[in-house]
Each structure stands twice: as C-alpha cells, then as structure tokens.
C-alpha cells in the first residue's frame, strides 16, 4: 500500500535553531513531491515541490528539501528558524492519480 | 481573487442534519479534491473529480456525496450528521489528473462542528 511517513510529529526548537523534517514514501513509480506547510487557523501553502532534475530544491522563507531516490525521502531543511515558523509541516506525495499526505509534524519555535 | 474558495467558513450544526459545503475555483483546473483533515491535523482525500467525473472514492461513508456541476466546482453534501464528522473540509484543485508536474491549491477550509 502506498503510504507517506513523518518522522517527528512534534518539534519544539528555539529561534536560529536548525529544522529537518523527516519524509519518507513507499511508492514504486515516479513520485512528485512536496512540502505543504498550515500556519495556525489558516489553510495548506505550498513550500516547495519537486518534480525532477535536481534533487535539491528551494522553497520558500528559506526551506529547502533534498530527494533521495534510494532512500524513497524527502526530507525538508531551514538552517535558522524563526517564531514565524511555527506551524503544521506536511509532505505529500503524489503517485497513481492521488495527492496522499502525511500525519503531519507541529513544530513549536520558542522565541 | 481567491484561487480556491469555500463557503462557508464555518458551520455550526445539529446531529441529523443535512449540510452542504461549496467549493469553486478560477484557476482553469480540471481536477478538484475534497480533503478531510481531523482534530490530529491528519489530513486523508475524500474524493476527487476530473471534469465533473468522479475518479477517486475513497472509503467514505456514502452519507457523504460529492457533487460537480461543471469543472469549477465541486459542492459537498453530507446527510444524517454526526458527531465525528465534525472537522475541517478543504477543497483543493490541479491541473490534470496525474497530478504529474503540477501541484493542487488549496481553499481555506470549511470547520464543521456537529453537536
């Protein structure tokens, strides 16, 4: 069965503090990718996609995510956050016509 | 202009009833989506349309029935209420149905609380 995993499904980290999410999937075709990201009482933005080529791809407010074929992840970096990062991360993968999303990680940034 | 829009924002409803959630996008996308997402912020599809047809059903109670009078919209009607259906709906859009390539945007969220 197809699935999406989240690793963390809460971080509290302190301002400047660096942030990796943890994604991995289970789909045996080709993927696309992507982080969503939910702030407080708001609906889904879009972070960043991948869809091929670089496996290194840059988002928006400083996040990035690499691609690991052989590792089926897609795991999303911010060198600095800041409070303005609090929010709900998701990774989503699409594969055989469905968007599929995973559990979600709440990241708390304390000031 | 909102890309994705819902109505209404909020709904405050009794157990039993019947309820409508609308959803209309004006991007020229083909594809639209309901998602469901409970109080664990999980977020699960519901269902998806591709110019009006129905082409993912997910396991849903059939209480719930989508409807898509032409490819802009797509209206949600949920009968016989319950206390779990109380959560936040979303609707979303893309362009084609592979999703290849493309990514869905998303609508604000309907929050249905059923008491």
């Known amino acids: 069965a197809q699935s999406v995993s989240q690793h963390n499904h809460h971080v509290i980290l302190s301002e400047a503090a660096s942030l990796e999410l943890g994604c991995n999937y289970s789909?045996?075709?080709?993927?696309?990718l992507f982080w969503y990201v939910q702030y407080p009482g708001q609906h889904l933005q879009l972070l960043l996609k991948?869809?091929?080529?670089?496996?290194l791809v840059k988002g928006i407010k400083g996040f990035e995510a690499e691609f690991i074929k052989s590792k089926f992840s897609f795991n999303l970096r911010k060198p600095s956050v800041q409070w303005s990062d609090t929010a709900e991360y998701f990774c989503a993968v699409h594969g055989w016509g469905k968007l599929q999303f995973g559990a979600g990680t709440q990241v708390v940034v304390t000031p | 202009d909102t890309a994705v829009s819902q109505t209404p924002k909020y709904l405050v409803t009794q157990m039993g009833n019947d309820k409508s959630i609308k959803c209309e996008q004006n991007?020229?996308?083909?594809?639209m989506y309901w998602y469901k997402q409970d109080s664990k912020k999980f977020l699960k599809i519901m269902f998806s349309?591709?110019?009006?047809?129905?082409?993912i059903n997910e396991t849903v109670p059939n209480r719930f029935s989508p409807k898509s009078p032409d490819k802009a919209h797509l209206n949600l009607h949920i009968n016989s209420l319950e206390l779990g259906d109380s959560a936040v709906y979303f609707c979303?859009?893309?362009?084609?149905?592979?999703?290849?390539?493309?990514?869905?945007?998303f609508g604000q969220g309907t929050r249905l609380t059923v008491v």
């Open positions: 789909y045996g075709g080709t993927v696309n």
């Open positions: 991948y869809f091929s080529g670089d496996p």
């Open positions: 979303a859009s893309s362009l084609g149905t592979a999703l290849m390539n493309t990514e869905a945007f």
């Open positions: 349309y591709n110019n009006k047809e129905l082409i």
């Open positions: 991007l020229g996308h083909d594809t």
